[in-house]
């Protein structure tokens, strides 16, 4: 409010004994001799059209003729003359001294007053240095650009600060309606952020991939969604992980996603989610008919989540994965999931990951898996505590499956007796092209009866052992069959302990397999005796192996100049990535190795990529 604003009545000064007065007044000069001067105090500054103006001490016009005499000399009806020092030496003194008496004080009142206004108008309603959003004419609901009246005036520093997250935004806003993929993750624009940049996603044409992940959006900033999901069809992905919304905002999103036509893919790892949000999610399950991906993991939902979820896939025929890893599910869980899943036909993809299910929770899914009615292709097991009879139960359902694919029973601690019926239940499979098996306390005997199913089954493509000990033997056993069986393109047996004996099996093994294209030994204790060792293999003709990875493996100079030599020797080798990091190199073995990548360049102009 304008500080002249708060006085709404109007003044009009008067004058009694040389005060002011209006024109009409008329009382003589010798009717005011004799009378005691008459003063109100002014209540409040002089209207605008008199301030600042020179104080005058005004004459009426009939007291003027008798001080001068009468009526101007100049001519019978010409106009007087009214000289103002004529009229201050015309006026007696007494009456001028106690008007000045009274006068003076008020006029220093009335400029000090003046003055105090003017400093309290710059203090409480400052003039903002930048234009607000209503000044600017854009919609930003949430996002306060100017500091509040009554509030202390910014420092430069939050200025600049304001001044540069205002350029991002509007940087990210030009992204949203130039390019069909936008990662904005990890920017920390927070919830007044999102509600500037949903305003774009409701006119966009162009991005398909949004990712908000990590910006410290809450429940309170998805609201910003509400009016702009419903129309926007062209967005198939948006990312939210890593932002605190918790069950309210689940919720909030889901009345929303219910009358979405374009989104595909939602992604909510760790944004806090509990039995409440993932209740909310199988709701808008019900009702969307556009969603096939959903994320869910890294979050706090347990079985009665899971079972909400359950009850939303036998009503939903279009979601084709669902990822729950590192949640509660637990056995009672994955028991109500498989209900869910067995009167499904949608699903493809089944991400479990680190659930605790057990042997008893397994068997309840293997079984819903089994009278699935659709096509299953993707199963993540790992991390369930499982063991050897969980392991039982999951041969019997890759016995029946038709479809599946990809296999991960990564951490499980089936041992030697699991790994032996895996073993058995892929013979009699023709499907499954990527099997995990790392981290399952897998010996010799284990790796054997793996390997006995790469004679007859050439489906599988990528086989993983790693973090199992299998030692030199198992080693042997698998180098025995890759000799000349299988298709095993991707071979991974870090952490397996076959030290340099097992490097010797494998390089015999290159010598004769034209499959093996990636190859990882880390951590294998190798040292520069199995360094020379696959050395000596790499010199001979080998066209398949392009990676090669001997990281953590107590490799040293000697082990380098080996491995300098085979990568000059052979101009046919096909390796393109040697890892040699966390390994004992000096700055000599670098430079041999380093030389001979740029000799194979020089060459063939082939780029060979080595990490130390």
Known sequence: ???????????????????????????????????????????????????????????PRAASEVLDGGPSRSGGGGRRVYRQSQAVRGLPSGPVKEIASFVAPAGAFLAVTFVLWKVVERVLVPKPKYPTSAETGSSLPGIKWSFAPGTNLPSGNSLKIERESRQRLNEFAKELRSFRSVD?????????????????????????????????????????????????????????????????GAKCLSDILMGNAGIQKLQLN?????????????????????????????????YTGFASLAGALLENNAIRSIHLNGNYGGPLGAASLAKGIEGNKSLRELHLHGNDIGNEGI??????????????????????????????????????????????????DIGDEGAE?????????????????????????????????????????????????????GAKALCEVLKFYGKIETLKLGWCQIGPKGAEYIADCLKYNTTLST?????????DDGA????????????????????FNEIRDKGAFALAQALKA??????????????????????ALTEAQDHVYEMSEKEINIYF
């Open 421 to 473: 019926r895996i073993a058995d239940a892929l013979k009699l499979n023709r499907t499954i092209t990527t099997v995990d098996l790392g981290g399952n306390n897998i010996h010799a005997s284990g790796a054997s009866a793996i390997a006995s199913v790469l004679k007859d089954n050439s489906t599988i493509t990528t086989l993983e052992l790693g973090y199992n000990p299998i030692g030199p033997d």
């Open 519 to 527: 190859l990882d030994l880390r951590a294998n204790g190798l040292g």
């Open 270 to 302: 760790s944004t806090g989610l509990g039995d409440e949000g993932a209740r909310a999610i199988a709701e808008m399950l019900k009702k969307n008919s556009t969603l096939r991906v959903l994320e869910l993991n890294n979050n706090m939902i347990d």
């Open 184 to 248: 904005m993750s990890g920017r920390n624009f927070g919830d007044d952020g999102l509600f500037f940049l949903a305003e774009g996603l409701g006119y966009n044409q162009n991005a398909e991939e949004v990712n908000f992940s990590g910006n410290g959006i809450t429940a309170v900033g998805l609201k910003a969604f509400d009016g702009i999901l419903q129309t926007n069809i062209v967005l198939k992905t948006l990312n939210l992980s890593g932002n605190a919304i918790g069950d309210e």
């Open 570 to 591: 052979n101009e046919d080798l096909a390796v393109t990535s040697l890892n040699l990091a966390s390994n004992f190199l000096t700055k000599y073995g670098q430079v």
């Open 363 to 412: 068997r309840a899914l293997m079984s819903g898996l089994s009278a699935h009615r659709g096509k299953m292709t993707l199963l993540d097991i790992g991390n369930n505590d499982i063991g050897s009879k969980g392991a039982f139960h999951v041969a019997e359902f890759i016995k029946k499956t038709k479809s599946l694919l990809w296999l991960n029973l990564y951490m499980n």
């Open 532 to 551: 020379i060792c696959l050395a000596r293999s790499l010199k001979i003709v080998n066209e398949a192996l392009t990676s090669l990875d001997l990281g």
């Open 1 to 59: 409010m304008e500080p002249s604003a708060l006085f709404s009545y109007s003044f009009k000064p008067d004058l009694r004994a040389g005060a002011f007065a209006p024109a009409s007044y008329s009382r003589s000069a010798h009717q005011l001799q004799g009378q005691k001067p008459l003063f109100f105090p002014l209540p409040h500054p002089f209207p605008a059209r008199i301030r600042g103006r020179r104080f005058v001490a005004l004459v």
